[in-house]
Every structure is written in structure tokens, then in C-alpha cells.
């Protein structure tokens, strides 16, 4: 598989799109949790936890299918935004060197809202005494998000990262609808389950086919061993 000329641009690609995914929900979905979790005295928590939840409700197919609309500068709804970034058609915005915020954008859409709601729930179950020692010692909402709240969500943030991180080495659906529907900008072998699938459907070599899906399950488990030991995912409080 090292061998393979189409193998390591492909390490590539996903390796970018996970550290974008990654390092955008992490930071978004922490924030956003934050946010709701101090507006909830002001407006409705619920309503807005529906409304993150709806995007997820979408199959993963289904919503490519809804940013091939959205992305495209002639019939989207958002022309105007993409036209100010300089993008005239839909092959622009697909190009090989946006694809990993696009991916993002698409990941972000179908599944943050869960994990926001996971997180305001992790927020919810901080002690009020020590939140009302904070606010005693003078602490602001900066410094007691920063110092008392994301430390005590450390372990629910591992879990999103884990989580996440093994939903998006496994980068498949997204870049195949937008190659068909691309006409070929996006290279059928751009991640590395679509080289897998290539060398299982392509070229009869279920071997070659097996040995990326175990490359990419070892280094998913590593990664994820990391953080659970970092995290302190299995640490009693």
C-alpha cells in the first residue's frame, strides 16, 4: 500500500481535513455550548438545543445533497457570500485546496448540534456552589469558562474529540457525491476509505482493500488511546 502513488496525497487529504475538522468543533462546539448555557435565564435553552439538533437529524447522504445546493454560486441562497470570496462556479468552490473546509463546513452542519447539546449537559452538571464561588472571588464569564467550566467538561471533550475523530478518518461519502456530481474535480481517490473501496470494487484486490481499513483502524485506536489517557475519560471525580 506505502507503495501505492495514490496512497500517501490520500494520508494527505484526510490528515488536513481532520485537523481542521477537529480543531473548528472543538473550539465552536465548546463555545456555543458555553453561550447557550449562559443565555438560558434569557431565552429558551430548549428551543435552541432543537434547533442545533435539526441539522443531525439529516442522513449523511442528505445533507451533501442539500451543500451541493448551497455550494453551488448559481442557484445558492448564499451566491452573494460566495461571490464576495471570488467564487463564479461550483468547480471554484470544490477545488482541490478548499476541500477540507468544505468537508468541515458539510461535518460541522450534519453533527456539532449533538455534541453541543452533550456539552451544555456536561455544563448543567457542574455543582452550583462552585460556580457561586467563583462569581464570589470575583471570577467574570471569560475566567470562569476558561479556570472552572471547560476544565470540569475535559472528560465530555475528549469523548467529542475520540468521537469525532474516528467519524472523520473514515471520510468517505462526502468527497464520492461531490465527485459524481463534480464530474471528476474531486479525484476519486481522494480519502483514504474511497482508495479502499477502489482497490475492493475496482480492481478485485480485497488484500489491498483490508490493509488501508486496518491502517486506518490502528491509527484511529492510537490517537484515541491518547486522548482517553489524557482526557482522563475513565478518571473517577
Known amino acids: 500500500m506505502f507503495a501505492d502513488y495514490r496512497f500517501w496525497p490520500a494520508v494527505q487529504h484526510v490528515a488536513l481535513y481532520l485537523v481542521v475538522w477537529l480543531v473548528s468543533l472543538t473550539i465552536l462546539a465548546v463555545l456555543l455550548a458555553l453561550l447557550v448555557h449562559a443565555l438560558r435565564s434569557r431565552v429558551s435553552s430548549s428551543t435552541v438545543r432543537f434547533l442545533y439538533y435539526i441539522p443531525g437529524a439529516l442522513a449523511g447522504a442528505s445533507s451533501v445533497m442539500l451543500w451541493l445546493f448551497l455550494l453551488d454560486p448559481t442557484v445558492s441562497p448564499v451566491s452573494g457570500v460566495l461571490r464576495m470570496f471570488g467564487f463564479e462556479t461550483f468547480v471554484q468552490v470544490v477545488s482541490l485546496d478548499n476541500l477540507p473546509i468544505v468537508f468541515t463546513l458539510i461535518a460541522f452542519w450534519a453533527g456539532a ?23 464570589i472571588d470575583g471570577a467574570g464569564p471569560i475566567a470562569t469558562a476558561w479556570h472552572i ?3 470540569l467538561m475535559r472528560k465530555w471533550i475528549s469523548y467529542m474529540f475520540i468521537m469525532a475523530l474516528a ?13 459524481q456530481a463534480s464530474k471528476g474535480v474531486v479525484p476519486q481517490d481522494y480519502s483514504l476509505n474511497q482508495l479502499a473501496y477502489l482497490y475492493a470494487f475496482k480492481q478485485n484486490d480485497f488484500s489491498g482493500s483490508a490493509a488501508i481499513s486496518l491502517l486506518l483502524l490502528l491509527v484511529a485506536a492510537g490517537l484515541s488511546a491518547l486522548f482517553v489517557f489524557r482526557g482522563g475519560l475513565f478518571e473517577r471525580d
Open 167 to 179: 467519524a472523520g478518518t473514515q471520510l468517505f461519502v462526502e468527497p464520492r457525491v461531490l465527485s
Open 149 to 151: 467550566q471547560i476544565p
Open 113 to 135: 448540534g449533538g455534541w453541543i447539546i452533550i456539552l451544555y449537559g456536561a455544563l448543567n452538571n457542574i455543582p452550583q456552589e462552585v460556580m457561586e464561588a467563583a462569581r
